[in-house]
Structures are given as C-alpha cells and as structure tokens.
C-alpha cells in the first residue's frame, strides 16, 4: 500500500528514499525512516487505512456487547499502529533476517484482526490487504509473492468455512481482487526502478567512453609530441645545447599543458580548440621533420561551435596517427565550413584497400562510413564515434592508387 523504499547494507547510513540499494527494488533497508522519509510514507501507505471505515462503522453501529465493542476498538488502534509502524521502522530486530521482522508484524496484524471479529463480523475480512502489503511492497518477489499467496489462500479458505450466504461473494471477490491490484502496481513499480537503473547504467558507461576517448585523444597527441622533441633535443644536447635547452622547455610547456587538460576532461570541462589545435599541430610536424601545409588558425573563427570542437577532436587524433604511423614527408590540411580533410605521402593503410569513389576523390552522399577495420586503433574508432554522433561521415581511404607511398586521406564530412 506504500510505494518501496530502498536503502544501503545494514552496516552503512540511511539514505534518502528511492534510491537503489542492496537489496534491490521495492526493499526495505534495516535502518528506520529518517525525520524527512517518514511524512511521504505514512502519507502513501495510510491513505489505505480509509477502507478500515467499514468495520469501524460496523463495530459503531453494531449489537455487540460493549466489552465486545472495546476489544475491536483497541484492535484496530493496534492494528493502524503495527502497520504503519512497520513501514517506518520495518527492522526492530536486527538479528533476525528481514522476512522474519515482517513475519513477526503479521503476526501481530492477525491477533488485532481476531479481536476486531467479535464486534466487527464479516466486516474484519477488510484488514487482508494490509497483511497482504507489508510483504508485497517492502520485499523482493521471490520471498513477497509466496507469502502473499499463502495469505490469500488462508483467507479465502476462512472465507468459504464462514457461513454467510449471498455475502459470501464479497467476502471473497475483494479478497482477490486486492491481491491482483497490489501484484500488478509491484510489477509496474519493479519495471520502472529497473529501467532506471538501466538508464543509469547506460549514461555512466557513455560517460566511460566519453571521458576514456577524450583522455586517449588528449594523451596520445601530447605524448608523440613530447616524445619526439624529447628525442630531438637528446641529438642537439651535444652539438648545439641552445636548441636542445628550448626543446626541453617546450617539452616542459607541453606537459604542463597536458596535465591540465587531462584534468579538465576528466571534470567534462575541456573542450579543444580549432585554432589552437592548429598551433599545436604545426608544432608536432615540425618536431616530427614532417613538412606542413595548413590552414590559418583564423580559418576556424568562422566556423560553428561545435564544428570547431568536432574537427579539433579529429584533427588532433588524425596528425597523431600520422606522426605515429604514417613516415610521411607532407601532411596537408584543409579546413571548409562542412569538411575537414588530413592528407599526407606516406606508407598508407594496412591490410585491405577500401573502395572510393575515384582516386583522391570524396565519397558519394551514399558511402558508408569510414571502413576503420577491427584492427584499428582506439584512436580512429573514438574518431568514428564522435562523427557519427554529430551525424556525418568519416572516410579513411588511399591518396592514390598504387604505389610503395600511396599516402592516406582522412575526411569528416557533415
């Protein structure tokens, strides 16, 4: 009759209700409601207690005898106070498992339903669902629903040996038909924490995969960079220690900038920028001894937000791949409003060519994306992921046919 509240082990703090604790939907922790849990519930879960009105007004009205009549009044005080106690605090005996508490509170539930019958009649088959409840709500299925069949079929039993002629009928139909209802809101309430729990488990692993490919993407340029003029300068430190000093103090700058945007990503505060990537990217070719051809870093003033942050991502990942891989002389860039494009001269693909529409030509409207084979780095298929979410293509292809150097373009197209 209340919606579940769920909580922590027995060991650990109270938490606030509805959310997932360990023992699964619709559980009760061991720890009493807090001041603030406990006014929704004992809203929700009272709200019940008015079909109690019957027997009350059966107990008011009836013929009974007045010591009849005190015994049914105290039972259904008690009655009110053992169920609603329960939900708030649903483990008085903490050695005792939870199903034995509940077990203990029905029992108490049925010894106040026997004192109300002498005053009340018929009219105490009205207290069932609540019995029912406190095992339904609070528990998992596997231990409610047995549980809630017994009772049910104990009272439906009791139910038939009563003789009360054509009122027999309402004795039972209610009897079964509150089973049904509080069964079918179980399941629903069930359906839906474990959607939420899906949903959850979903945005954190997207979240995982987001921070994962922005740390790769982050690293893994920074890192060849810092590789490669750390190389460099251990050449120069013998022949011309000036240039090897401003190559270590470049490397320096460049971890330093790497630690922070490694920090950012990992908040979700760091976003790439085009122009700067740019910047970045001359630098890294030039330490690589690869000739650069590149746009201005004004060019991606002009562009979308989120165009810039796309192409940055991209731009970083696919220089990187060609500084790693590619034992490329030239790298050229271009920059227009709905492509980018990474051109270089070197050894090109591994392992299959991909079909293009024509030497050093883009694809149709009709490509497929990218085809990045399961042999591809966690850089290029990250790439793929980020174009596919903003809705474009990604095409990894040959510069041209054949040859020991056919070179490798790279194109996002939105």
């Not at 231990?143 to 309402?170: C, E, K, N, T």
């Not at 190389?231 to 120069?236: N, Q, T």
């Not at 001894?289 to 003033?301: D, F, R």
């Not at 494009?341 to 529409?357: A, H, I, K, N, S």
Request: charged share 20%; with cysteine.
């Amino acid at each position: 009759m209340t919606e579940p509240r769920t909580g922590p082990e027995p060991s650990t703090a109270t938490v606030s209700a509805g959310s997932t604790g360990a023992y699964g939907p619709g559980e009760w922790p061991e720890v009493p409601l807090t001041p603030e849990e406990r006014a929704p519930v004992l809203i929700t879960a009272g709200v019940w207690l008015v079909f109690l009105v019957l027997p009350l007004v059966s107990m008011v009205t009836g013929e009974a005898p007045l010591g009849a009549k005190v015994l049914g009044y105290a039972g259904l005080a008690a009655f009110v106070v053992v169920y609603l106690g329960h939900f708030i605090l649903p483990w008085p005996w903490r050695s005792l498992p939870h199903w034995a508490n509940t077990a203990a509170a029905t029992v108490l539930l049925v010894l106040c339903v026997l004192a109300t019958i002498p005053a009340a009649g018929l009219n105490s088959f009205n207290f069932l669902p609540f019995t029912l409840a406190i095992w339904i709500f609070p528990h998992r299925l596997k231990i409610g629903l047995p549980v809630a069949f017994g009772l049910s079929a104990a009272w439906l039993s009791a139910a038939l040996l009563v003789d009360a002629g054509d009122s027999r009928f309402w004795l039972i139909v209610p009897t079964g038909l509150a089973l049904v209802i509080m069964l079918a809101l179980r399941l629903a309430m069930e359906r839906e924490e474990r959607s939420r729990v899906l949903s959850e488990e979903l945005a954190l692993s997207r979240q995982r995969e987001q921070v994962g490919r922005d740390v790769h993407d982050v690293l893994g340029h920074s890192l060849t960079v810092i590789t490669l003029k750390t190389e460099l300068a251990r050449r120069l430190v013998d022949t011309d220690p000036g240039r090897a000093q401003t190559e270590l103090d470049e490397v320096l700058a460049i971890a330093r900038q790497s630690l922070a945007e490694v920090r950012n990503t990992v908040g979700g505060l760091h976003v790439p920028e085009l122009g700067a990537q740019l910047a970045s990217v001359r630098t890294a070719l030039d330490a690589a001894g690869i000739t650069a051809h590149l746009p201005s870093p004004a060019t991606a003033a002009d562009l979308p937000g989120d165009r810039r942050e796309l192409f940055a991502w991209c731009l970083r990942e696919a220089v990187t791949n060609v500084i790693r891989h590619a034992d490329a002389a030239h790298c050229t860039v271009s920059i227009t409003a709905d492509r980018l494009v990474v051109r270089d001269d070197g050894r090109g693909l591994p392992g299959p060519v991909p079909e293009v529409t024509g030497p050093g030509s883009a694809p149709g409207p009709t490509s497929d994306i990218s085809p990045v084979t399961p042999g591809s780095g966690a850089g290029l298929r990250g790439m793929r992921h980020r174009v596919t979410e903003a809705g474009g293509l990604l095409s990894v292809r040959p510069a041209q046919r054949g040859g020991d150097r056919p070179g490798t373009i790279v194109e996002v197209i939105l």
